[in-house]
């Protein structure tokens, strides 16, 4: 039992080293503790975000932004992905253009999507989609090219149609890569959402709330909000690593 009970504990010790080296800081003065609060008057500041519930609201902006953006993305780059994936030819046609566009920084692109939609929510979710849907895009493709050429050749032989081998075989295969991806692309997503919210005429948001914070030197608020963020991120990848272990188990087999 106490070896179960400090295997369950083993990642929290990460983050205790943190926030002692975080006190350690700020009790030394190392860094001017106006701009390094202690990490109990950000936790203050984090709990009254939620008390009073204005955190609630720009955490709930920020979360429709994100999901719609990586919906989108899904629609648009899962399909796509799957084309590209079962014809290489096509693929390696049209490789560079993709990673080209995937290695390029998205805030790069903001310029590009202000021309195309304006200042308002469609940039923020159109840009967002956009760096998600490479992400997603890349490892469809990339999952469908690698499913194991034995398990296809063995469908044919057995008198599989080219399309039931595509959905029972070459899919279920490419599953693990394909929740990489999603996983990546809902991260890629909320990076670029917060940081669209923070210099793209927002008013609200967790993106918006901590330039709003720093412009006051409101810094527990500020650091509150950026836990909030991180928080935000953390629970999103764990639901997609929960998701994968639950409907993806034969991953790897």
Known sequence: MKTNLSARLRPLWGMAALVALWAGVHATKAIDPVLLPSPLEALQAFWNGLASGSLWGDFEKTIVRTVLSFLI?????????????????????????????????????????????????????????????????????????????????????????????????????????????????????????????????????????????????DMPDMYASIFAAGLLGYVMNLVFLMAERRFVHWGGK
Not at 154 to 167: D, K
Not at 184 to 194: E, F, N, R
Request: aromatic letters at 10%; charged letters at 15%.
């Open 73 to 217: 993305a899904l629609a648009v780059a899962v399909p796509l992905g799957v084309i590209l994936g079962a014809n290489e030819k096509i693929y390696e046609g049209i490789e560079f253009a993709i990673d080209f566009f995937r290695s390029t920084p998205a805030s790069a692109m903001f310029p590009l999507f202000l021309v195309l939609f304006g200042v308002g929510e469609r940039t923020k979710i159109a840009v967002a989609a956009f760096g998600a849907a490479l992400a997603i895009l890349f490892n469809v493709a990339y999952g469908v090219m690698s499913a194991r050429k034995q398990r296809q050749l063995a469908a044919r032989v057995m008198g599989a149609p080219r399309w039931r081998v595509l959905t029972d075989v070459t899919l279920l295969e490419s599953m693990p890569q394909v929740f990489v991806g999603m996983r990546s692309g809902v991260s890629i997503a909320l990076v670029i959402v917060i940081v669209a919210e923070m210099f793209i005429g927002s008013t609200d948001g967790l993106g918006q709330r901590i330039m709003n914070a720093q412009t006051i030197f």
